[in-house]
């Protein structure tokens, strides 16, 4: 079966203040790792796709990496704005589009 | 944003009432999904539609239905709500496998 972990399950952090999320997945046969942005009383905003272990993907403060057990979002000096549930998702080679959600790590950047 | 509607956005409805949510696009997208999301858990997949009248279960799919008999339009149905069934539900569209997926506003439901 599937799984999906991400860490800390909450992330408290000062503006300019950098760090980083995890996602640990276990996947029979992974084809692709999502990450995406979810925002209080909305649906989850894609961020990035990774596909094979090394790749990386930037965008603005954010940078995505992964490995063959775990992915990684970089967060460099974040803005209040910033502030959002970050949901990891794993498509595995299933008999369909099974995608596997972690729970998400719930971020808040202080002024 | 892509262009997908849920309604409606918020609903009550009693125990062992049927309960219909729909979802509507406008990008032409091929697969349509319907997901619930609950604290403690993952968005977890109910049912998924890889076109006009062609549906699937996911991985929660008990006591839930689903058409599709346009490509814009993915509906839900719940039977007989019950209160397991309270949740925040999501419909999300994608143009193909290994690509993101674009979700809706979602619809909270409460059963009581």
């Known amino acids: 079966e599937d799984q999906v972990t991400q860490s800390p399950e909450a992330l408290r952090l000062q503006e300019g203040e950098s760090s980083s999320l995890n996602c640990s997945y276990t996947?029979?046969?992974?084809?692709?790792l999502f990450w995406y942005r979810q925002d209080p009383g909305k649906g989850p905003e894609f961020l990035f796709t990774?596909?094979?272990a090394g790749e990386e993907k930037e965008k603005e403060r954010l940078k995505a990496t992964l490995t063959k057990k775990e992915s990684f979002l970089h967060i460099t000096a974040p803005k209040p704005e910033d502030s959002a549930t970050y949901l990891c998702?794993?498509?595995?080679?299933?008999?369909?589009?099974?995608?596997?959600f972690g729970t998400g790590t719930k971020l808040q950047v202080i002024p | 944003d892509a262009g997908i509607t849920q309604s409606p956005r918020h609903k009550v409805t009693e125990t062992g009432t049927p309960v219909t949510l729909r979802c509507h696009q406008t990008?032409?997208?091929?697969?349509m999904y319907w997901y619930r999301q609950d604290p403690g858990h993952g968005l977890r997949l109910i049912h998924y539609?890889?076109?006009?009248?062609?549906?699937d279960k996911g991985e929660v799919s008990d006591g839930y239905s689903v058409s599709r008999s346009k490509t814009e339009d993915f509906l839900l149905t719940l039977e007989s709500a019950t209160s397991s069934q309270t949740s925040v539900y999501f419909c999300?569209?994608?143009?193909?496998?290994?690509?993101?997926?674009?979700f809706g506003q979602g619809t909270r439901l409460t059963v009581v």
């Open positions: 998702a794993v498509l595995s080679s299933g008999g369909y589009q099974k995608v596997t």
């Open positions: 990008e032409n997208h091929r697969y």
């Open positions: 990774l596909y094979s």
């Open positions: 539609s890889y076109g006009v009248k062609d549906t």
């Open positions: 999300a569209i994608n143009g193909g496998v290994g690509t993101e997926a674009f």
């Open positions: 996947v029979s046969g992974l084809r692709g």
